[in-house]
Structures are given as structure tokens and as C-alpha cells.
């Protein structure tokens, strides 16, 4: 019996990391290897990689600067941070929005403090969109706990 538990439990936790799947097909998890790979074989360039975190720059992407991805001490993606350049280009954040709202099945709420968009994934994961004055960054971390005084 507790085999079984333990087994569902487990079953549980993988659906759910599988089922944060974010922009560039990145999951929470997601071993180092694995996310190199895909990443390469869609274009992307390494352009520094360190122990905890690799960054990546795609030449057939002109609006994105940067996608780095962070691994925890085992190895698995823990977050990742996109960054796009706006400057001269007004259609970016509202289609950065708009696919990061596809992609996670919901529209996001504002925080009128920290002056962000936030998608509120499962398993205390979520996605953080910031807007500045040439560019945006999209931030997919641990959900921030002092949201849930005010959500």
C-alpha cells in the first residue's frame, strides 16, 4: 500500500512538472543535456555555459537577446529567462503576451507593485513578464509567496 502511494505521488509530481512547459519548449526539470540539445537543434547558440546555467542567443530570432537557463544541483532545470529587445518594435510585449497566454491556457493578472505580468502555473511555478524601456523580460521561476496575501 505504501508503494502505491508513494508511486502516485510521484506519478503526480511528473505530470505536473511536465505540464509546465514554457516558451522554447523549456521544462521545469528538464535535464541540462536534454534542453542543450533541443535548444541547438532549433538554432540557438551557446554563448556562455557555467556550472548552474547555460545562455543562449538564436540569430534567426532578431527580437530575442538572451534565453538563460538556470539547472539546480542535480541538474534540472530550476528557471529560465528570456530576454527580448522592443526598441523601435511596439508588436513585441502584446505578442510575447499573447503566446505566453496560449502556451499556459490563461490570461495573466497584473501586479500593480512590482509593475509585472504574472501566470500563475502549478506547483508554486510561475511565469514573470516585465516590461522596460527597451526591452522585456520573461522570468519562469518559483511562485513569489507574498502573492498570496493579495491573489
Not at 3 to 14: G, R, S
Not at 106 to 116: L, V
Request: proline share 2%; glycine share 8%; net charge negative.
Amino acid at each position: 500500500m505504501k508503494q502505491l502511494l508513494v508511486t502516485f505521488v510521484l506519478l503526480t509530481a511528473a505530470i505536473g512538472l511536465c505540464a509546465q512547459t514554457g516558451l522554447f519548449g523549456i521544462s521545469f526539470g528538464q535535464s541540462r543535456a536534454d534542453v542543450q540539445s533541443n535548444l541547438t537543434k532549433a538554432g540557438f547558440k551557446v554563448e556562455e555555459s557555467k556550472d548552474t546555467e547555460i545562455s543562449f542567443t538564436n540569430p534567426k530570432m532578431e527580437d530575442l537577446t538572451e534565453l538563460a537557463v538556470e539547472f539546480g544541483s542535480e541538474g534540472g532545470v530550476t528557471s529560465w529567462e528570456i530576454n527580448f529587445n522592443t526598441k523601435d518594435k511596439p508588436g513585441v510585449l502584446d505578442d510575447v503576451k499573447k503566446q505566453l497566454s496560449d502556451l499556459h491556457g490563461s490570461e495573466p493578472w497584473w501586479d500593480d507593485y512590482y509593475s509585472e505580468w504574472i501566470w500563475d502555473l502549478e506547483n508554486d511555478m510561475a511565469v514573470y513578464m516585465y516590461e522596460g524601456e527597451d526591452y522585456i523580460r520573461v522570468d519562469y521561476d518559483v511562485w513569489d509567496d507574498s502573492f498570496d496575501y493579495w491573489w
